[in-house]
Antibody, heavy 123, light 110 residues
Framework: EVQLVESGGGLIKPGGSLRLSCEAS????????MTWVRQAPGRGPEWLGR??????????DYAAPVKGRFTISRDDSKNTVYLQMNSLKTEDSAVYYC??????????????WGRGTLVTVSS | IVMTQTPLSLSVTPGQTASISCRSS???????????LYWYLQKPGQSPHLLIF???SRLSGVSDRFSGSGSGTEFTLQISRVEAGDVGTYYC?????????FGQGTKVEI
């Protein structure tokens, strides 16, 4: 079964740091880009950033609100992508999802989202 | 790229057809000939999940009651013979340029 499972969320004070993890299973992790998306309460999804495959250089791109504060990395040996969040602000409070998309061996387009992990930034 | 959806909410009677519009601030047509417009559904308490990619291609397993159309900057998601299980918030998203951006969402109620 194709699956993504996020972990690491919780309550953190403003200015603090948190690292989220997303473990993948059921597909060939090294072959896909990985993306982080968040959703604040009552709001739509917001793309945060992505990391390419190692074969593409493992390069990262970020949305303006998090650039310089958030860092995405991946460990292909663990089928895991990470989101390191520093200098957290109250407006970073949201459910954080990892997601990916790819064509499987049958040519079917596969889009996978985790269930998300809740991050609350509050004093 | 700014994505604008209308309406923001929609109340539909089972069996009717629902239509959601999405407009992008610039053309989503890539030089490779593909148009990177996607439709997601987020049911209450769940993660978003993709229904349609590249304007009109349904994901495997998605009912043919869902259809996408459009080109350039104007797109439409149509839900035929609406069922109770179709309730949720529908989002369009552009995947042409980073950052990928979503519309505000259209909440569909029965």
């Amino acid at each position: 079964e194709v699956q993504l499972v996020e972990s690491g969320g919780g309550l953190i004070k403003p200015g603090g740091s948190l690292r989220l993890s997303c473990e993948a299973s059921g597909f060939t992790f090294i072959d896909v880009f990985m993306t982080w998306v968040r959703q604040a309460p009552g709001r739509g999804p917001e793309w945060l950033g992505r990391i390419t495959r190692e074969s593409d250089g493992g390069t990262t791109d970020y949305a303006a609100p998090v650039k310089g504060r958030f860092t995405i990395s991946r460990d292909d040996s663990k089928n895991t992508v990470y989101l390191q969040m520093n200098s957290l602000k109250t407006e970073d409070s949201a459910v954080y999802y990892c997601t990916t998309e790819f064509f499987d061996q049958s040519g079917r387009y596969i889009d996978v989202w985790g269930r998300g992990t809740l991050v609350t930034v509050s004093s | 790229i700014v994505m604008t959806q209308t309406p923001l909410s929609l109340s539909v009677t089972p069996g009717q057809t629902a239509s959601i519009s999405c407009r992008s601030s610039q053309s989503l047509l890539h030089g490779d000939g593909r148009t990177y417009l996607y439709w997601y559904l987020q049911k209450p308490g769940q993660s978003p999940h993709l229904l349609i990619f590249e304007v009109s291609s349904r994901l495997s397993g998605v009912s043919d009651r869902f259809s996408g159309s459009g080109s350039g900057t104007e797109f439409t998601l149509q839900i035929s013979r609406v069922e109770a299980g179709d309730v949720g918030t529908y989002y369009c998203m552009q995947g042409l340029n980073l950052p990928w951006t979503f519309g505000q969402g259209t909440k569909v109620e029965i």
